[in-house]
Each structure stands twice: as structure tokens, then as C-alpha cells.
């Protein structure tokens, strides 16, 4: 069983960058398929950003494809999500996730961090 930490969110500034990361414990990440969700209030927790396992394939949701990254340091057992020219709809609990997949459309996952918060101010 993998646990998964996030840390780095806040407050920022709109137009703005920010980088979320991860810490796994418990198991190692290096052959899991690593991903970002996010829920933003009031909405339903949706896909953000994808890793595959040598990090060679990375996948974003459509609204944050260009300003979005995603990265993984296996040695360090942590991936990462780098913000860039942050929106107000950034806003959001940001989930890191392990073992994600697809499947008719929908991502999901099978391990959960607890989550963390990003606001974006104007």
C-alpha cells in the first residue's frame, strides 16, 4: 500500500505559478502510473495531469494542457505539478494519485493522497 503526502499549495496571484509535489512512502512509485486530480467547490473531482512510470508519457485534461507540467523523480520516490499563468478556476483541493488509469474515458485511481489546497486570487 503506497501512502501518498502533497504539499506546496497556498495563495497565489492570478497569472501566477505554483509547484505541488508528492511524497510516497510505504512502496515504491517506479512502476505506477502517477497522476494530479483536482475538485474545485461545488464540482465533481476531475483528471488533471498523468505520468507514466519512466515518465516518458504524460497526459493533461484539456484546460490546463500548455500551462500545466507534470514530473516524477522515482530515486526520490516524488512527483511533481508546476502551475503556470494560474486562473481563478485554478482553485481547488489538488489530489496526487497512484496506479492511475483509464478506462472508457474516465480516469481514475487506485491510491489517494489527502489533498491540498490552491487559491488563486485576482
Known amino acids: 500500500q503506497v501512502q501518498l503526502v502533497e504539499s506546496g499549495g497556498g495563495l497565489v496571484q492570478a497569472g501566477g505559478s505554483l509547484r505541488v509535489s508528492c511524497a510516497a512512502s510505504g512502496q515504491t512509485i517506479s512502476d505506477y502510473v502517477m497522476g494530479w486530480f483536482r475538485q474545485a467547490p461545488g464540482k465533481e473531482r476531475e483528471f488533471v495531469a498523468a505520468?507514466?512510470?519512466?515518465?516518458?508519457?504524460?497526459y493533461f485534461a484539456d484546460s490546463v494542457t500548455g500551462r500545466f507540467t507534470i514530473s516524477r523523480d522515482n530515486a526520490k520516490n516524488a512527483v511533481y505539478l508546476q502551475i503556470d499563468r494560474m486562473h481563478t478556476e485554478d482553485t481547488a483541493v489538488y489530489y496526487c494519485a497512484a496506479d492511475v488509469s483509464i478506462e472508457a474515458g474516465t480516469w481514475n485511481a487506485n491510491f489517494w493522497g489527502q489533498g491540498i489546497q490552491v487559491t488563486v486570487s485576482l
Open positions: 505520468i507514466t512510470p519512466g515518465g516518458g508519457g504524460k
